[in-house]
T-cell receptor, first 111, second 113 residues
Framework: RKEVEQDPGPFNVPEGATVAFNCTYS??????FFWYRQDCRKEPKLLMS???SGNEDGRFTAQLNRASQYISLLIRDSKLSDSATYLC????????????FGKGTRLSVIA | NAGVTQTPKFQVLKTGQSMTLQCAQD?????MSWYRQDPGMGLRLIHY???????DQGEVPNGYNVSRSTTEDFPLRLLSAAPSQTSVYFC????????????FGPGTRLTVL
């Protein structure tokens, strides 16, 4: 089983739709979790960290389910500009362990 | 701050040639890493470093060497380039806490003929 798994998509949704991505991780000792956004031919950039209690940033909501070992990202009221690849990332039990990425989920928001 | 910088942006090599991909950061981060990204494969860790003088292997280290003589610089060396090393290479750095954001450089697009 891969350490971090995501549905590759693509997810094609109309503007204004709500879309959700899940990401599962295999290491139960993982301590920190992130969602990154990557535009075509660009470097990944942090979208949001994922906290145990869940967190929201505008139209974006991230949640962590430690019991089932997955994190989720919910995007409400999708915009054309949300079209990108979304990568989940997981880090182990200390700051010195590498960040492991899923393969990413492609989202296309259509007018 | 320039953040994480990488040079060159693009490079074409012939099989068997060697080269060094440069990476530098000006955020005084201890932790730096190199990833390669291939279609359908996601970001795969090549090597990483937790501080000057300390390096370790990631998931796909074969064919690559690294060194970390200063906090700022983390070059990646291809010893004898192979077509399988055609990829986009990203360097990244992170502050000490595991909750800190990992910053990426703009990437180097490498083609090996």
């Amino acid at each position: 089983r891969k350490e971090v798994e995501q549905d590759p998509g693509p997810f094609n949704v109309p503007e204004g739709a709500t879309v959700a991505f899940n990401c599962t991780y295999s290491n139960s000792a993982s301590q920190s979790f992130f969602w990154y956004r990557q535009d075509c031919r660009k470097e990944p950039k942090l979208l949001m960290s994922v906290y145990s209690s869940g967190n929201e940033d505008g139209r974006f909501t991230a949640q962590l389910n430690r019991a089932s070992q997955y994190i989720s990202l919910l995007i409400r009221d999708s915009k054309l500009s949300d079209s990108a690849t979304y990568l989940c990332a997981v880090r182990g039990s200390s700051g010195n362990t590498p960040l492991v990425f899923g393969k990413g989920t492609r989202l296309s928001v259509i007018a | 701050n320039a953040g994480v910088t990488q040079t060159p942006k693009f490079q074409v090599l012939k099989t068997g040639q060697s080269m060094t991909l440069q990476c530098a950061q000006d955020m005084n981060h201890e932790y730096m890493s190199w990833y390669r990204q291939d279609p359908g494969m996601g970001l795969r860790l090549i090597h990483y470093s937790v501080g000057a003088g300390i390096t370790d292997q990631g998931e796909v280290p074969n064919g690559y060497n690294v060194s970390r003589s200063t906090t700022e610089d983390f070059p990646l060396r291809l010893l004898s380039a192979a077509p399988s090393q055609t990829s986009v290479y990203f360097c990244a750095s992170t502050g000490e806490s595991s909750y800190n954001e990992q910053f990426f450089g703009p990437g180097t697009r490498l083609t090996v003929l």
